[in-house]
């Protein structure tokens, strides 16, 4: 499980948008396996029935968190982290950082299947045929999720290039 550990955190952050929340999920869903391993059909993929259920449980654990919101409940604030570029120069690493955040905050603004699919395919190195068998859609559908979050990302991000 250490394998996959930062792999898990990674996608139900991705989600969550929240440390905290990202980690509760990452425990909770070494838990299910660890007490229910039999759960596990070798059909698929060990990492793609991983990757299914932390997207199940930090999916939920957004949803919850959404209406908890809609009725008033209290929220904390989510940061966004941005490498440094220790080689870059001043103006340059400003412009960087600015357009990091810019990204990052796009990204959030996504609706969550367009996200956990950048995530899938652009952090974990995901085909799309592992992606859709993770969400548990068509290839066709995985790909169309892709191009609509690369577009809308592109539309609005195009003023700041």
């Known amino acids: 499980m250490l394998r996959y550990e930062e792999r898990v955190y990674r996608l139900a952050y991705r989600i969550l948008l929240r440390a905290e929340d990202a980690r509760d999920t990452a425990q909770e869903v070494f838990l299910s396996i660890w007490e229910n ?3 596990y059909r070798p059909t698929a993929e060990f990492s793609t029935w991983l990757y299914r259920i932390t997207l199940n449980r930090a999916i939920g654990r957004w949803r ?13 604030g989510d940061e966004i982290e941005v490498e440094s ?9 400003a412009e960087r950082t600015e357009l990091l955040q810019s990204l990052e905050t796009e990204i959030q603004h996504l ?9 899938l395919r652009y952090k974990e190195d995901l ?3 592992a992606i859709a068998e993770t969400l548990r859609i068509s290839e066709k559908s995985a790909e169309s999720l892709l191009f609509r979050a690369k577009q809308t990302l592109r539309a609005r991000l195009k003023d700041l290039k």
């Open 111 to 119: 609706p969550v299947h367009q996200r956990a699919t950048l995530h």
């Open 64 to 76: 919850r968190r959404r209406v908890g919101e809609f009725l008033s409940l209290s929220r904390g």
């Open 127 to 129: 085909p799309v045929k």
């Open 85 to 93: 570029d220790p080689d870059g120069q001043p103006d340059r690493e």
């Open 37 to 39: 391993p039999q759960a």
